[in-house]
């Protein structure tokens, strides 16, 4: 039976544009039910995704064979689709899937199915008939062009013999799909699966991260080299690294700025740098893997990834950074809704007409819910910045203790000596976290010498039980004065803004915001700002305000120079240069960090002085943020909005001003 036979104009769709793979499937099954070719349409449904839950059956090339062989189905047929933007379909290759077949086989339908799917698996290689499938126009048209192609490709004398070999029935299905997969892997450099695997991640996990990701996969690409990134994001793990794929590959490349999961890699040579070396020298980093220059990881349990650490030399500073950044990472989602919580909270007060007094944000019932939660998820900040700070360190061992020893900074917490109970806020975190990792670590050192039958002692009552009582020693003998200090900085802050002083703080900080956009400097103004946040002050609001227009300005100042200065930039840079409109605004600096590569010398001075004029501005003007990102959608919340938006104005003009007077006129059109 040929792929015509079981495929009818009814059953193809041409220009679908499914959201996603759930919606593929719903498209598809309903075409399979328009067409007469199922007894129940919700039980195939569930047949097919069953089937995908066990893997995808997406071969990749933008092909996908979804599948099942079920009581559910009248009669073998096939559903097609073309889906010109491409649908995420789980493909080996990560490329969206254009071209989709759903095949349906009744249970006792023999082996029917087989034969087509060969057949159709057999003409889908060839890339010229898949651009006359995607360019056809009807269903009538893309039923012609598979009827001519059949004829042309397979003879009386091959369909017979194809019949008389073709043997099981689901089995051979998924046999045939896994053949596809294997064709495509040894096709793009190994085939037994991916020869290259990555890992990126970064700690706000926005940008640098997938940046990475696209980099390494580019470069891979481009030499015939199959690689596979899974990334560590905001939005949790994506295309995760499987069992079967870290026993295949040659070798893993960890791009991170925070800590990942290391102990699947254990024996395997691991190339481990920092999320920019991804994005900078991914070609670098797939040779040292090819050449056979990474060092074999063995897992160490408490520091996760510091022994593969000290291959690339990385310093006591840098190592500090990265457990730092575990910490803010894990934080963020607690300040950033929190602190929208409670921006809501002022700004319906502000619209209701309450008064600017000590109720603020309380006045009515609304507001007051809504600043109570903010208040609720501000105060897991510090707990859970100490406590991903001491994991990063210690592993799990250390949550705990982090955990108690942020809990104990926040209420202050002293021996009850008169005058205790001094909150040490953000800086209690960072020391109790630091604090309490290291005496973990110091702790484990001391029972390595225990006997092997006491191990399991160890982790459940022996280290939480020194552990605990070690940070609880530290924080009430050292929190308070680390309080005084957070309350020495608070009124230092009051009185720099009382003083007409804060103007340079702000432009200091929205300058480093622009420095390495991303990086160390970066990264330490914005902790800066958003650890401020909690002493809850105006100056405290200024200083997020400065910090976030800061990393606005590089990305806008950028498409500026490149919309009305186009003579200074390639035309790559010129055409890409839009969407940097996009990422200012949404307060997502790295876009700027391609252009500041390409020349850095010109690029990252100008976007200094553009954020510096920006983050003075800010403060000038009395402009607060209590909402420690979101960029132009947080605005409605920002005290003194449409100053700020006049701030944000001239210092990303003063930026593209300073890139025409720097950067020279390219000989090009």
């Known amino acids: 039976m040929r792929i015509v036979d079981l495929l009818q104009p009814g059953a193809i769709a041409i220009g679908g544009a499914p959201a996603d793979k759930a919606g593929a499937i719903a498209q598809l099954v309903e075409l399979h039910d328009g067409a007469g070719n199922l007894n129940d349409k919700e039980a195939f449904r569930e047949a097919i995704i069953a089937r995908e839950n066990q893997g995808t059956t997406a071969v990749g090339e933008g092909i996908a064979i979804p599948h099942a062989k079920t009581a559910a189905t009248k009669r073998a047929s096939l559903a097609a689709m073309t889906a010109p933007a491409g649908v995420d379909y789980g493909a080996p290759d990560g490329a969206p899937s254009t071209l989709l077949f759903m095949i349906a086989a009744p249970d006792d339908g023999g082996d029917v199915h087989l034969e087509v799917l060969s057949r159709l698996m057999t003409i889908l290689m060839d890339l010229d008939f898949r651009a006359q499938l995607m360019a056809a126009e009807t269903p009538e048209a893309f039923l012609a062009a598979i009827d001519a192609k059949e004829r042309e490709r397979f003879a009386e004398a091959v369909e017979a013999e194809a019949e008389a070999d073709m043997e099981g029935d689901m089995e051979g299905t998924e046999a045939l799909i896994d053949a596809a997969k294997a064709a495509y892997a040894e096709e793009h450099g190994k085939a037994d699966g991916f020869r290259i695997l990555a890992v990126t991640a970064c700690p706000t996990g926005i940008a640098h991260t997938y940046m990475a990701a696209e980099a390494l996969t ?329 910090v976030m227009i800061g990393g606005m300005v590089p990305p806008i100042a950028i498409a500026l120079s490149t919309t009305f200065f186009k003579d200074r930039w390639t035309a790559d840079e010129r055409k890409n240069g839009p969407v940097n409109y996009i990422m200012g605004l949404s307060f997502i600096t790295e876009g700027a960090i391609p252009y500041a590569a390409s020349d850095p010398l010109r690029v990252i001075p100008s976007c200094v002085v553009g954020s510096a004029v920006a983050g003075g501005l800010s403060w000038f003007f009395g402009c607060t943020l209590m909402a420690p990102h979101g960029g132009i959608f947080v605005v409605p919340v920002i005290g003194g909005a449409l100053m700020y938006l006049v701030a944000l104005a001239v210092g990303s003009v003063a930026g593209m001003l300073m890139l025409a007077l720097l950067k020279k006129k390219r000989t090009e059109a």
């Open 218 to 546: 580019k470069a891979a690409e481009a030499r015939g080299i199959a690689l596979k990134a899974e990334t560590n994001g905001t939005g949790g793990t994506k295309n995760r690294l499987t069992r079967e794929e870290i026993a295949a590959a040659d070798g893993i490349i960890v791009a991170a700025d925070k800590e990942v999961e290391m102990a699947r890699f254990d024996g395997k040579p691991a190339v481990i740098v920092k999320v920019s070396d991804g994005i900078n020298k991914p070609d670098e980093l797939i040779d040292r893997i090819l050449a056979g220059d990474a060092r074999v990881y063995h897992h160490a349990g408490g520091a996760n990834a510091a022994a593969a650490e000290d291959e690339a030399g990385e310093s006591a500073g840098r190592k500090i950074y990265k457990h730092l950044m575990e910490g803010v990472s894990h934080m963020l989602p607690f300040v950033v809704s929190g602190g929208l919580f409670i921006a809501l909270a002022f700004l319906i007060d502000g619209i209701a007409g309450v008064p600017q007094d000590g109720n603020f944000g309380t006045g009515t019932p609304i507001s007051a819910w809504f600043k109570t939660i903010g208040g609720f998820a501000f105060s897991f900040m510090v707990p859970i910045l100490a406590a991903y700070i001491a994991q990063s360190i210690a592993d799990r061992p250390g949550l705990v203790v982090g955990f108690v020893g942020g809990f104990m900074a926040t209420l202050g917490s002293t021996f009850g000596l008169p005058g205790g109970d001094i909150p040490s806020g953000f800086l209690g975190g960072l020391l109790a976290g630091f604090a309490g990792g290291y005496a973990m670590l110091g702790i484990e050192k001391l029972c390595e010498k225990m006997p092997d039958s006491l191990a399991g002692i160890k982790q459940i009552l022996i280290y939480p039980l020194a552990g605990l009582g070690a940070i609880a020693v530290i924080m009430c003998a050292v929190g308070p004065f680390v309080g005084m200090i957070n309350t020495g900085m608070s009124n230092a802050l009051t009185w720099l803004s009382d003083n007409n002083f804060g103007i340079v703080l702000g432009m200091i900080l929205a300058g480093m915001m622009a420095i390495d956009m991303g990086g160390p400097f970066n990264k330490a103004a914005y902790v800066f700002g958003t650890g401020m946040l909690a002493l809850g002050t105006d100056a405290s609001f200024q200083i997020m305000a400065s």
